[in-house]
């Protein structure tokens, strides 16, 4: 294929240094950025993964005096909620509602709500009470020690 000569030889000679032996242009081609970028994307869902609640292991949530019998508290930094479903009884789970991945907003009448879509869950164990969710909310690890509530 040839290539017509620009009247201009400072413009032809920019064009045909722009082009490799393969007649493609120089510089990264798409397959590389489109790599580079997906490939940096993982590393930064990975970092956000590691760098998860591991170093709020044992942090302080709350005393247990804060969590109210019959209903429970929200720690949307920590995405756990820690529930009192009967008197010095304490549990945990995630904040995130598995229908859609919300974070849960309230905790009224024995349920922990999701106010993203209407799912409720059971203040004792966590289960499903009203969808659209058909899973419960998984058991998060905490401790109850000297009157305070601590990510186990």
Do not use: W, Y
């Not at 909620?81 to 919300?102: I, L, N, W």
């Not at 907003?105 to 879509?117: A, Q, S």
């Not at 004792?124 to 909310?137: E, F, I, N, Q, R």
């Amino acid at each position: 294929m040839a290539r017509e000569a620009s009247a201009d030889p400072a413009i032809s000679e920019r064009a045909a240094s722009t082009h490799t032996a393969s007649g493609r242009a120089g510089g990264p081609t798409r397959r590389t950025v489109v790599a580079a970028a997906g490939a940096a994307g993982l590393t930064a869902a990975l970092a956000a993964c590691g760098a998860g609640n591991s170093s709020d292991a044992g942090a302080t949530l709350a005393k247990t005096s804060e969590i109210p019998k019959g209903g429970g508290k929200i720690f949307k930094a920590e995405q756990v909620v820690v529930t009192q479903p009967k008197d010095g009884e304490f549990k945990a789970f995630s904040a995130v509602c598995p229908h859609a991945g919300c974070l849960v907003g309230e905790i009224t009448g024995g349920t922990i709500n999701c106010l993203c879509h209407g799912s409720k869950f059971d203040i004792s164990d966590g289960s499903v009470k009203h969808g659209p969710a058909t899973t419960g909310l998984s058991t998060a690890k905490a401790n109850v020690e000297g009157g305070s509530v601590t990510l186990g």
